[in-house]
């Protein structure tokens, strides 16, 4: 087994490495399209609050405590909207976080979110768009940039606003993710210089090189990158998106200024910071959940399917950008390679469903399912499926199935980090082998302990699940400890450590 690490830090010892008393004087301002809660009608009737799904709220929540902070986002349901706005006492934690919800216009948030967000700029940014025939934009997409993302990143902007004027204090805006590309300029346009807040955005996808971007029109196009332009300080997950964006700036942002070594742009009289700050996980909330006794149940269970073959796992959202067909392909060509594996092996795949009112989303599943039933039929027996796939959103099976994989599959053809790379080795108990694309955002940090392939390459994936199954005892244990000391040492408050102490330093040097 692989060494577990000691406790991590506290809340306030949190606090003294982030040195939150800088910001003790300060009001935080985060915006996303979805918030830390939704507020639902259970089966009784009654309106409850459900923690909202991401890392975002727990990287966030060590630091909440102790300073004050409004988030704003998108109502999901109409008992978000009967809310509004009201305080929502922070989990694990001492005080509590201002909320506010907006709420669009449906044809207003169905071009934002299902039209421009999604899957324009997802697919457009994951570089997915087949450009000899996709994408179509014809008068419904410029109807939906116009009436929908534009109209609700200002409207965004127009909260923000009205919370920046509400408070004396020096002001931070937290800007989250493709959905806001628009809203620090609309802030700046709306605010006089001398109440201008500090604000930060960080894009939790890919940001692909300029020649890709050349799939939006101009107006399109330079919008975004103005929008992004009147940032304060632009985080990225890898160092290559950052460079991407600085290349992307320079190829179509005119009288834009760029400077690569320093990660800077200067535009409109401004300067734009670019760095590169990986998200993570909470790894001691994760260690925690080990003990959780629904945890302990599902791993029961699944240790019932596994028996005593060797597991390939795969956790995933069902997203063509996952690449979770071709994982299914090389793993058949593993079984046509090296027979020996044969009744001995089982991929067991968890996939959670994702984005069902998006069109290209639609028969994703069909396509894998056909695969995964054309390999059963292939190879399977009486007595072996080689293929398992359970579909749902369940995180804590999820956490079971990581305790107890030999081979975690992470194949991205583009993925900005992704988690399930750092949830596996933190969980698992069989120092299993991470199999990781070099596409994802994780291996900037993860490649010493994992093996890398090409999310294309089908033979290299099949001989890297080969190499991992077949692989030794002792190099299993090195990479299982070098995978849980980088996570470890790099975790979700190291994230949010990093942006805070960059605000700071450029606070002290302006």
């Known amino acids: ?47 409850i609050q459900q923690k909202g799904s991401g890392g975002l709220i727990t990287g966030l929540s060590g630091m909440l405590q102790y300073i004050n902070a409004t988030w704003i986002s998108c109502a999901q349901t109409p008992q978000d909207v009967d809310f509004l706005e009201g305080d929502i006492p922070l989990e694990e934690a001492n005080g509590s976080i201002h909320v506010k919800f907006i709420n669009p216009e449906q044809a207003a948030y169905d071009g934002y979110y299902n039209v421009i967000a999604n899957p324009l700029l997802w697919f457009l940014q994951h570089s997915m768009w087949n450009i000899s025939s996709e994408p179509v934009i014809d008068h419904a997409t410029w109807d939906a940039w116009e009436n929908g993302y534009k109209k609700v990143n200002h409207l ?23 959905h806001l590309y628009l809203t620090a300029r609309y802030i700046r346009d709306l605010l006089p210089k001398a109440k201008q807040p500090t604000i ?15 799939i939006l029109p101009p107006t399109m ?19 290559e998106d950052g460079l991407n964006f600085i290349r992307t700036v320079e190829s179509h942002l005119p009288r834009a200024h760029v400077k690569y070594k320093r990660g800077r ?8 910071h670019i760095q590169d700050f990986p998200i993570s996980i909470d790894v001691a909330n994760l260690e925690a959940m080990r003990q959780d006794e629904e945890v302990i149940e599902q791993k029961k269970k699944l240790q019932k399917i596994i028996t005593d073959k060797k597991l390939v796992l795969r956790v995933d959202r069902i997203d063509p950008s996952k690449n979770i067909i071709r994982g299914f392909k090389a793993f058949e060509e593993l079984l046509s390679l090296h027979p020996e594996y044969q009744e001995k092996v089982l991929f067991l795949a968890l996939l959670v469903p994702s984005r069902r009112e998006v069109e290209e989303y639609k028969d994703y599943l069909d396509k894998i399912m056909a695969i995964s039933g054309q390999i059963n039929a292939g190879y399977g027996t009486s007595e072996w499926e080689p293929v398992r796939i359970l ?9 079971a199935a990581l305790q107890l994989y030999d081979v975690l ?17 933190i969980v698992n108990e069989r120092n299993g082998v991470l199999v990781l694309s070099e596409r994802a955002g994780a291996s900037q940090q993860l490649a010493p302990g994992a093996i890398v392939i090409s999310p294309c390459d ?12 077949s692989m030794g005892m002792e190099e299993r244990n090195s990479r299982a400890r070098s995978l849980h000391w980088l996570i470890k040492n790099n975790d979700i408050y190291c994230w949010l450590k990093d942006q805070l102490h960059a605000i700071v330093e450029m606070s002290r040097k302006s």
């Open 1 to 47: 087994m692989a060494d577990r690490p000691e406790v991590l830090p506290t809340g306030a010892e949190i606090r003294e490495d982030i040195d939150l008393n800088t910001f003790s004087d300060w009001h935080i301002i985060i915006a996303s399209n979805r918030g830390p809660v939704v507020h639902i009608e259970n089966s009784d009737g009654e309106v």
């Open 156 to 178: 965004f902007a127009q909260e923000i606003v009205k919370a920046v004027e509400n408070t004396g204090k020096k002001t931070l805006v937290m800007l989250q993710d493709y």
């Open 200 to 214: 930060l955005h960080f894009t939790h996808i890919p940001w692909p090189g300029p020649e890709y971007w050349r």
């Open 221 to 239: 196009r330079q919008g975004i990158l103005d929008g992004l332009c009147a940032v304060d300080l632009l985080g990225f997950q890898t160092e």
């Open 265 to 272: 742009i200067w535009y409109r009289n401004h300067a734009t």
């Open 391 to 399: 579909v749902g959103e369940n995180y804590k099976r999820a956490i």
């Open 409 to 425: 599959l992470v194949n991205a053809v583009a993925d900005g980090m992704n988690l399930v790379a750092k949830e596996g080795p």
């Open 458 to 469: 089908i033979y290299a994936t099949a001989e890297a699940i080969h190499q991992g199954l």
